[in-house]
């Protein structure tokens, strides 16, 4: 008989984001495991890194990171439970790790394994034990991308979701990383499943860790994904948007229609901010109309367009009457301005 085909994975279009932990899979045949987790339609891949040192368990290393990235297109996020991050670092970088944790309770300095986080190019994370006080990471906040709000002790899969330590935490934990105009997010790992999905939403948690509900024996994996998804969604949209459904992460918006040398100009003084923003051609695509005449949608993601118009809006509105006035004065040849390089991490201006 024919094997059974791997459904496409659905888009992701609201707010919520899943990543699959791969603690409670199959351990012996990870490389399925990842793979199963792409086609039912993971956002990302929690990786839950144990020592026996730190934790009384142990996992797996850089190695199998490093062979599981060569299985998945998705992004591979490592949750350090051990004791020395900095003195194996560079091996989880070389792995292809896309965001590193770890752990604010570890005995050695932390801040300078933050630092080569960021100047890997990897997106930065600190988590902490349910009894540790949001207030740790106080010192660490503006290095960091990311926070994980742990909700069981960590570990092993499988707990009891810590419904108070949530309430306590996450919503917090959001307000530490408010200095990030975008990318900014709150990891929520242990216990979240269907039944607490909607809890972890209505606090504002931007991505649900979910383990052992994902691999429960004749569960349609693709099916508990979607359902923690919305109604994370839903918790969110009730609970601090107002009814309104939360805008989807993959959206973009127009922020400014400009000459290109305005655009470019625009789109490398958001960049600073930690905004990506792209440019393309708009209005008439005819190849007929030179570049430097047309103009520019200046675009950017949806979610940060608030935020970029609370920083830019007196800005953009100088741009327009700037390319008002070039293109009444019959559109001279406007000094060259060259496609900004989106900045390195150390070089955005938090």
Same mark, same amino acid.
């Given at each position: !008989?024919?094997?059974?085909?791997?459904?496409?994975?659905?888009?992701?279009?609201?707010?919520?984001?899943?990543?699959?932990?791969? &603690?409670?899979?199959?351990?012996?045949?990870?490389?399925?495991?990842?793979?199963?987790?792409?086609?039912?339609?993971?956002?990302?891949?929690?990786?839950?890194? !144990?020592?026996?040192?730190?934790?009384?368990?142990?996992?797996?290393?850089?190695?199998?990171?490093?062979?599981?990235?060569?299985?998945?297109?998705?992004?591979?996020?490592?949750?350090?439970?051990?004791?020395?991050?900095?003195?194996?670092?560079?091996?989880?970088?070389? $792995?292809?790790?896309?965001?590193?944790?770890?752990?604010?309770?570890?005995?050695?300095?932390?801040?300078?394994?933050?630092?080569?986080?960021?100047?890997?190019?990897?997106?930065?994370?600190?988590?902490?034990?349910?009894?540790?006080?949001?207030?740790?990471?106080?010192?660490?906040?503006?290095?960091?991308?990311?926070?994980?709000?742990?909700?069981?002790?960590?570990?092993?899969?499988?707990?009891?979701?810590? $419904?108070?330590?949530?309430?306590?935490?996450? &919503?917090?934990?959001?307000?530490?990383?408010?200095?990030?105009?975008?990318?900014?997010?709150?990891?929520?790992?242990?216990?979240?499943?269907?039944?607490?999905?909607?809890?972890?939403?209505?606090?504002?948690?931007?991505?649900?860790?979910?383990?052992?509900?994902?691999?429960?024996?004749?569960?349609?994996?693709?099916?508990?994904?979607?359902?923690?998804?919305?109604?994370?969604?839903?918790?969110?949209?009730?609970?601090?948007?107002?009814?309104?459904?939360?805008?989807?992460?993959? =959206? !973009?918006?127009?922020? $400014?229609? &400009?000459?290109?040398?305005?655009?470019?100009?625009?789109?490398?003084?958001?960049?600073? &901010?930690?905004?990506?923003?792209?440019?393309?051609? $708009?209005?008439?695509?005819?190849?007929?109309?030179?570049?430097?005449?047309?103009?520019?949608?200046?675009?950017?993601?949806?979610t940060a367009e608030g935020a970029a118009t609370d920083h830019f809006g007196a800005r953009r509105a100088d741009l327009l009457a700037?390319?008002?006035?070039?293109?009444?004065?019959? !559109?001279?040849?406007?000094?060259?301005?060259?496609?900004?390089?989106?900045? =390195?991490?150390?070089?955005?201006?938090?």
């Amino acid at each position: !008989m024919p094997g059974r085909r791997a459904r496409p994975a659905s888009p992701a279009l609201g707010r919520a984001r899943v990543a699959a932990s791969i &603690l409670d899979a199959d351990l012996g045949n990870l490389a399925y495991a990842v793979r199963r987790a792409e086609t039912e339609g993971a956002d990302r891949i929690h990786l839950d890194v !144990m020592d026996g040192h730190f934790v009384p368990n142990l996992t797996f290393g850089p190695r199998t990171i490093k062979a599981l990235r060569k299985r998945t297109r998705l992004p591979l996020d490592a949750h350090l439970m051990i004791e020395e991050p900095g003195r194996y670092l560079d091996e989880y970088l070389d $792995a292809g790790c896309d965001s590193i944790t770890i752990h604010v309770e570890i005995k050695e300095a932390i801040e300078p394994t933050l630092r080569r986080i960021r100047e890997a190019g990897r997106a930065v994370g600190l988590s902490l034990r349910p009894g540790t006080p949001l207030s740790a990471l106080e010192p660490y906040r503006r290095l960091l991308d990311l926070v994980m709000v742990m909700t069981v002790e960590p570990g092993f899969g499988g707990q009891a979701f810590m $419904a108070d330590v949530a309430r306590a935490k996450i &919503l917090a934990a959001r307000d530490l990383l408010a200095h990030k105009l975008h990318g900014a997010e709150v990891h929520v790992d242990g216990g979240v499943n269907r039944e607490t999905a909607e809890l972890v939403g209505s606090l504002g948690a931007d991505v649900l860790v979910v383990g052992s509900a994902l691999w429960i024996r004749g569960r349609d994996m693709g099916r508990e994904i979607r359902l923690v998804r919305a109604l994370a969604d839903e918790g969110f949209q009730y609970a601090l948007n107002g009814g309104q459904p939360p805008v989807p992460r993959d =959206r !973009m918006s127009t922020f $400014a229609t &400009l000459p290109r040398h305005l655009a470019r100009t625009l789109q490398g003084e958001i960049e600073r &901010l930690g905004i990506p923003v792209f440019i393309f051609r $708009a209005g008439d695509t005819s190849i007929d109309l030179p570049d430097g005449e047309r103009d520019w949608d200046v675009l950017l993601p949806a979610t940060a367009e608030g935020a970029a118009t609370d920083h830019f809006g007196a800005r953009r509105a100088d741009l327009l009457a700037e390319a008002s006035a070039w293109r009444t004065a019959g !559109m001279p040849p406007p000094p060259p301005v060259p496609a900004p390089r989106p900045p =390195r991490p150390s070089e955005v201006v938090s």
